[in-house]
């Protein structure tokens, strides 16, 4: 029996996205189009693959057992596809702004230098982890642990966090009685800091709201307010003097990052590249 490699390429693509709706994305077809080719599978195997959950679809056993045989074969033809058009495809990488303009993008030029097309999208780990899942993105930098089905990542960094202020506010008794600047209404920065290093959760409310931490970095460098900021962020300021660190923690709260990447997606030799060079850099770093 034949079997058409469209339909187990939308197989393998509903199998690791755990959903119709994603699959349907990823693969540039309606919904309708995807259920019709996975209920031909079906019918053609004589055999359910998925169980039709309220939220996505469950693979039996048998889509299990499917997915482990053509894997490798379909990720090796869509490889040797991609290395065959002229000028190949373009990695799309997603993070947080700050910290991929900041440590990530300086990391990737020795590649693109070498012929890497590249495209950034910035944003918050839950969505860009969504959007990886669902084929729009191939690569994630995440400051969170990944717990998307269809999806892979391992630790890639530790991210440092400092409660800087300048020099001119440094002398005021308490961080209570300076403004504080922060980067989202709910403090998630702040509250991590605090109750790391002093057992409790913040008191004071945040006076200034700035949704991007090279803002909050240039309000407090001004002299505005206080905050909580990423080490990578505040080094050269803290070198040249123009901030100062209001505690010295013994050990500094850290958040781990994760490097992301949808499952298969590591056949695409340029993704696989990227991957591994991103790893190998941010690894080589004790702390950002």
């Known amino acids: 029996m034949s079997l ?26 309606s919904q309708p189009a995807v259920t019709a080719q996975v209920k031909a599978l079906e019918t053609a195997l004589d055999r359910p693959l998925f ?16 997915a482990r045989r053509v894997a490798a074969s379909l990720d090796a033809l869509d490889t040797v596809v991609d290395s065959e058009l002229p000028s190949g495809g373009a990695v799309h ?25 590249l495209r950034t999208t910035f944003g918050l780990s839950d969505g860009l982890l969504a959007d990886l899942a669902a084929g729009r993105l191939d690569l994630v930098v995440s400051t969170i642990r ?4 269809g999806v892979q990542a391992e630790p890639a960094y530790d991210e440092e966090f400092l409660l800087v202020a300048s020099p001119e506010l440094a002398g005021a008794e308490d961080c209570g009685t300076r403004p504080l600047i922060a980067y989202a209404e709910d403090l998630p920065i ?16 945040a006076q200034v709201v700035i949704p991007d931490l090279r803002g909050v970095l240039n309000a407090v460098r001004a002299g505005m307010g206080v905050s909580v900021l990423p080490a990578y962020l505040c080094r050269a300021d803290l070198a040249a003097g123009r901030l ?5 923690p013994e050990l500094a709260p850290i958040n781990t990052g994760y490097l992301a990447v949808r499952s298969g997606g590591l056949a695409r030799a340029a993704v696989a590249r990227v991957h591994a060079h991103l790893l190998a850099a941010l690894k080589s770093a004790p702390a950002y």
Do not use: C, N
Not at 4 to 29: E, K, Y
Not at 51 to 66: F, K, S
Not at 93 to 117: D, M
């Open 190 to 205: 702040v509250r991590r800091y605090w109750r790391t290093v002093f057992g409790k959760r913040p008191s004071m409310a």
């Open 51 to 66: 169980d039709r959950l309220p939220r996505g679809v469950a693979p039996t056993a048998a889509a299990d057992e499917l």
């Open 4 to 29: 058409s490699l469209d339909l187990l390429r939308t197989f393998l693509t509903v199998h690791r996205t755990g959903s119709i709706t994603a699959a349907a994305q990823t693969l540039g077809l």
């Open 244 to 248: 100062v660190t209001l505690a010295e």
């Open 146 to 149: 990944p717990r998307v089905r």
């Open 93 to 117: 990488l997603g993070g947080p702004a700050e910290f991929l303009s900041e440590v990530v993008i300086p990391l990737l030029a020795p590649l693109v230098r070498e012929g890497l097309r």
